[in-house]
Nanobody, 120 residues
Framework: QVQLVESGGGLVQAGGSLRLSCTAS????????MGWFRQAPGKEREFVAA????????RYSDSVKGRFVISRGNAKDTVYLQMNNLKPEDTAVYFC?????????????WGRGTQVTVSS
């Protein structure tokens, strides 16, 4: 079992930036990738970005490509999501996830989420 804890959400104006953090604990050796998903009110959860923990490789959704950057921290099993040029449509609960690859269908462990609200 992998435990994931997110932090860094909040309220920001359109055009602003936020950085989300996620730290994994527990059976982290079973996960080779971590990522971020989001869910807006009334919508299904959608993939945002993912990164391999022990090799090179990232993946982004088209809606955030060029604005968001996912990275690994120096601390083991920590990932960040730097969100720039935020738009009101980025408003959602953001979930950290862990899985075997950076394919969106490969994530099986989830955090509880952190709220990001972008005002216009």
């Amino acid at each position: 079992q992998v435990q994931l804890v997110e932090s860094g959400g909040g309220l920001v104006q359109a055009g602003g930036s936020l950085r989300l953090s996620c730290t994994a604990s527990g059976r982290t050796f079973s996960s080779d990738a971590m990522g971020w998903f989001r869910q807006a009110p009334g919508k299904e959860r959608e993939f945002v970005a993912a990164i391999y923990l022990r090799s090179i490789g990232t993946r982004y959704s088209d809606s955030v490509k060029g604005r968001f950057v996912i990275s690994r921290g120096n601390a083991k099993d920590t990932v960040y999501l730097q969100m720039n040029n935020l738009k009101p449509e980025d408003t959602a609960v953001y979930f950290c996830a862990a899985g075997s690859t950076i394919a969106p269908s490969a994530f099986t462990s989830w955090g509880r989420g952190t709220q990001v609200t972008v005002s216009s």
